[in-house]
């Protein structure tokens, strides 16, 4: 993804100057090079040293993400991601006036799988995916075509689209304010307009241990929002928010770490499997919605509804 404007040493988010006394950490695996962790001494956004365009190349335009071909997993994991986009598409929903010619707009939309569910309800769905596999898949699956890279894209529309997603995707960006900034264009105005952010949650040292925090700093993230530092680059780019909270897997507390790692133990296998049911036989249910509190765990992400 494009790092425009960006200058490391700046909080990409309200632009104070960092210095080492502001390093909390070193992520040394995912990157080519390893990165320093930075937290803003303003508005307490960690984000790390600027990827190269090589770095970022291999993970978004390379398969790099397909980490496991095992069958089962292959099912649990397709299952899981359509329980997740099913209750994505019913919290937002519930945002929408009308539902007749909308225009939504998916920026990195993986395979179409969310705006599939939107199509299926005979909205206009557009996307933009990096990944061409994933691209030629929402093609052949949904009968989705979609763009490669909505910041290169000169014939982009201004004020067409009533609907913007962005999906765990903000954090990957290395200068989020200028993403959002671009998207206010595109977005249509008005009663039916609005953006959905979801982000995964980071927590802080007060709350979580170095270990676990860097747990969180180890992933593809550039920048690690919580919901404070989240809603002022939202308001910062004169998006309104309507609605935000948490959403998070439906499943006991333990078992969120394992799941976030990748990692199952024998006593997390019973509550496991049952959880695989629900993914199976009651998506809607495996995923839940609730207030924000200052209770930590794993797999916690913060959902944003805004208007303009
Ligand atoms: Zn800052």
Redesign the pocket.
């Known amino acids: 993804m494009n790092n425009i404007n960006l200058n490391k040493n700046i909080?990409?988010?309200?632009?104070?100057e960092?210095n080492e006394n502001n390093k909390v950490d070193i992520v040394e695996n995912i990157w080519k090079n390893y990165k320093n962790v930075y937290e803003?001494?303003?508005?307490?956004?960690y984000f790390i040293d600027e990827p190269s365009q090589e770095e970022l190349d291999f993970l978004y335009k390379s398969d790099f993400y397909i980490r496991n071909n095992n069958p089962l997993y292959k099912f649990i994991d397709n299952r899981m991601k359509y329980a997740r986009a099913l209750n994505r598409f019913n919290y937002i929903k519930k945002f929408i006036k009308k539902s007749d010619n909308l225009n939504v707009l998916e920026i990195g939309a993986s395979n179409g799988l969310l705006l599939s569910l939107f199509k299926k309800e005979n909205f206009n769905v557009f996307g933009y995916e990096l990944n061409e596999n994933a691209r030629k898949t929402a093609n052949k699956k949904y009968g989705i075509n979609m763009k490669e890279d909505f910041l290169q894209d000169k014939d982009i529309n201004k004020d067409k689209y009533d609907i913007i997603i962005m999906s765990h995707i903000l954090e990957h960006f290395t200068n989020p304010k200028y993403i959002l900034n671009n998207i206010h264009k595109f977005i249509r105005g008005g009663i039916n307009s609005i953006l959905f952010i979801e982000i995964p949650y980071t927590p802080n040292y007060k709350i979580a241990s170095k270990e676990d925090m860097k747990i969180f700093f180890e992933t593809e993230h550039t920048v690690h929002f919580n919901e404070k530092?989240i809603s002022a680059l939202i308001e910062k780019c004169n998006f309104k928010i309507l609605d935000i909270c948490y959403s998070e897997y439906n499943i006991m507390d333990s078992l969120k770490k394992n799941i976030w790692l990748g990692k199952l133990d024998f006593k997390s296998l019973v509550p496991f499997l049952y959880y695989i049911s629900k993914i199976c036989f009651n998506p809607n249910n495996s995923f839940i919605d609730y207030k924000i509190s200052d209770k930590f765990n794993f797999g916690k992400n913060i959902r944003i509804i805004a208007g303009n």
């Open positions: 909080c990409p988010l309200c632009d104070t960092v803003c001494p303003n508005c307490k956004l530092n």
